[in-house]
């Protein structure tokens, strides 16, 4: 795909993966509107991304709420006179052990990871029609592929994102709509803040930008996945599929170590 004159809609664009593929797309002279619930934060990544390029607009919106959805889609088609690509880029995480989880956090988790891209693509999908040339870019994550502990429901709901995004992609073939699915990895984002697991526990950082840039690689050549992590991570994917236990004696090894280092990992 040729992404220059693309109108694009990225939620969850005010940090992080979202504004890093917002600099690129407007690179390559794509229009761009980004979403985000914090205004301010919002209207301060709106006027950082203007010093390149005027051709983007913030929309101050809560995509996992019905109304914020709504708003999210009618202000990006309103602004951009129409829609070649959604990127459901908003995301929550809360880790820690299933049963010391409020049941709130977990319900925050998915509604904004899994419903809210569910519904808004649902809603989308006669502005994508009528582009001809569209696609749909789901943000998942490494966990979607391989569950780690202590993320039961955030690894629940990227891998249901994975798996909507595979039968959507099926559902849409030779219609003009494409999918993609990326799975990142550790990513240093305000997302990853609170999470103080390292490389030793898995946990390998990687920048906003050069996961970004994989990305937008993907949509320009139709790949239907982008998997971060390099060859560690696809032997692991591997490993997975083929030993489950031996991923299982894996982690109990790292357990102790990693519940500690994510106990206080939360971004909702």
Known sequence: ?????????????????????????????????????????????????????????????????????????????????????????????????????????????????????????????PALRTSGDAMVVNVASGIALIGAPFYATYAATKAGLARFGEALRRELKGEGIHVLTAYPGATDTPMMQSNRAGPELGFSREPATTVADAIVEGIETGAFEVIRGGEARAQMIALNRDHPAAVDERFLGLKLALEDAVKDHSAL
């Open 1 to 125: 795909m040729n992404l220059e004159g693309k109108r694009i809609l990225i939620t969850g664009g005010s940090s992080g993966i979202g504004l890093a593929l917002a600099r690129f797309f407007l690179a390559k002279g794509a229009r761009v509107a980004i979403s985000g619930r914090r205004a301010d934060a919002l209207a301060k990544a709106v006027e950082a991304l203007r010093q390149a390029s005027p051709s983007v607009w913030g929309i101050a919106a809560d995509v996992a709420t019905p109304d914020g959805r709504a708003a999210t889609l009618k202000q990006a088609l309103d602004t951009l006179d129409g829609l070649d690509i959604l990127v459901n880029n908003a995301g929550g995480v809360r880790a820690g052990r299933l049963e010391n989880t409020p049941e709130a956090e977990l319900q925050a988790m998915i509604d904004v990871d899994l419903v809210a891209p569910i519904l808004l693509t649902r809603a989308a999908l």
